[in-house]
């Protein structure tokens, strides 16, 4: 008994120890988008001996940070609900439709998943210019969502194939075709994986870099990401208003996560281990 309690003593002072350094970082973060560059440098941990509230107010008129920020939260909710439509249509048919072409068309989203997305930078730039689409969001809606499309299929495919049939002979019965199948019985159902896969392309769609990097030049169109470069040259000394800037770009993948976080870990494992 002693020795079991000494195993959970050492156990719980081990996952202390682990939430304290993974919160480390964010505590760093706030504390530092209040300080110049003295008290950055002088120490991390001390509080800052005057708040500097105008490190919030540079970072936006030296990055534009408000304009940024609502320019990713755009492009993350449209391919979030881009991916999630497109992605349960097919996961529909091919979890329940018996054709020909289904294991065919489902190796084809597979292969999807290995692709490696910088080997298509300079293509998919060719492309764009091709086609006149630099600076254009739908342009980049429809590349976040096909390097995302895979993945959801997958995970949509496998936990639609662990919902019991008689759901769906069912719901025929009482007169549904397959919309008013997909909509009003398998997607409720499907809630968690639904709320796993929307939060892995929010996060995607709102923090990526490299294609909003090649695919955009005018300022007033940058991602996060790509207006957090704002402070190189002249400003990649002054420290403070970028710590500013990254506190304001979490804040909308923190709320979304705590709202749908409940449902994470459910999602995930149904739609690895189902099918």
Same mark, same amino acid.
């Given at each position: ?107 084809? #989203? ?28 739908? #342009?980049?809606? &429809? ?5 995302? &499309? ?31 199948? &997909? ?16 939060? #892995? ?67 995930? &494992? ?6």
């Amino acid at each position: 008994m002693k020795k079991r309690k000494r195993w959970n003593l050492l156990w719980y002072t081990l996952a202390v120890l682990w939430g304290v350094i993974t919160i480390m970082p964010l505590v760093i973060t706030v504390l530092s988008s209040f300080k110049n560059n003295n008290e950055i440098n002088i120490g991390l941990f001390k509080l800052p001996e005057q708040w500097r509230i105008e490190n919030y107010i540079k970072a936006n008129s030296t990055a534009n940070a408000l304009g940024s920020i609502s320019n990713s939260l755009l492009l993350a909710v449209m391919t979030t609900i881009l991916v999630t439509v497109v992605g349960m249509m097919a996961a529909y048919i091919l979890a329940r439709k018996k054709l020909f072409f289904i294991k065919p068309l489902y190796l084809f #989203f597979m292969v999807g998943v290995m692709v490696p997305v910088h080997c298509t930078v300079v293509p998919i730039s060719n492309i764009a210019t091709a086609v006149g689409a630099k600076d254009s969001y739908w #342009f980049i809606i &429809l590349v976040y969502a096909a390097f995302n &499309l895979a993945q959801a299929v997958f995970l949509y495919t496998g936990f639609i194939e662990g919902i019991d049939r008689e759901l769906d002979e069912a719901a025929i019965i009482d007169g549904c075709n397959d919309l008013n199948l &997909l909509t009003r019985v398998l997607m409720p159902i499907c809630k968690p994986i639904l709320a796993t896969e929307a939060i #892995f392309v929010f996060i995607y769609g709102y923090s990526e870099l490299i294609f909003s990097l090649v695919l955009l030049s005018k300022e007033e169109k940058y991602t996060v990401s790509r207006a957090m470069l704002g402070f190189t040259g002249e400003h990649s000394t002054d420290m403070g208003p970028q710590f500013a800037f990254v506190v304001m770009s979490m804040i909308p993948m923190v709320i979304v996560y705590l709202i749908f976080h409940e449902k994470v870990e459910s999602g995930m &494992l149904s739609g690895a281990v189902k099918g």
